[in-house]
């Protein structure tokens, strides 16, 4: 016999909700495997059920993101931001999901904050990437942004 393990999915009957530990790595898998719709389907009944659970929201707005669902994806990263103003993903996240809707001038204090909060050389190009379609439309002074 093979020593490989067979993973097998837990049943779930329709109007049962599972843990939201289960449905937090169930979508995760499902977003790494880019499958953000599949993702959407078990988180919604998961943040119904437990609206206070940071991780299943950063995970639905990561699904709404990548779907290109941008107004959705801010809608529940402003929540994540206003819960808790040092999660840098979500800040970062924030500032794209509006950098990508061409709001340029409220996507840079966002960007800026998850630039400075990390230190990661991806959030400061996107800081300089926004700066500078800021500059090109004319938008030149930064420090009035808030």
């Known amino acids: ?53 940071n991780s299943l929201l950063m995970l639905r707005a990561w699904a ?3 779907r290109v669902q941008l107004q959705k994806a801010e809608a529940d990263l402003r929540e994540l931001v206003e819960r808790d103003p040092t999660d840098v993903w979500a800040r970062h996240t924030l500032g794209r999901a509006l950098e990508r809707q061409s709001r340029q ?3 840079l204090p966002h960007l800026r904050m998850a630039a400075v909060m990390s230190g990661d050389p991806e959030h400061e190009v996107a800081v300089l ?18």
């Open 1 to 53: 016999m093979n020593d490989e393990e067979i993973q097998v999915l837990p049943i779930v009957f329709p109007g049962q909700v599972e843990h939201p530990s289960d449905v937090y790595r169930r979508a995760w898998e499902l977003l790494e495997q880019r499958a953000p719709k599949e993702a959407l389907e078990i988180l919604e009944p998961a943040i119904e059920a437990e609206p206070g659970a």
């Open 64 to 66: 709404y993101f990548t």
């Open 105 to 107: 001038q409220d996507a």
């Open 129 to 146: 990437r926004v700066e500078r379609r800021l500059a090109e439309a004319g938008i030149t002074s930064y420090d009035d942004l808030t």
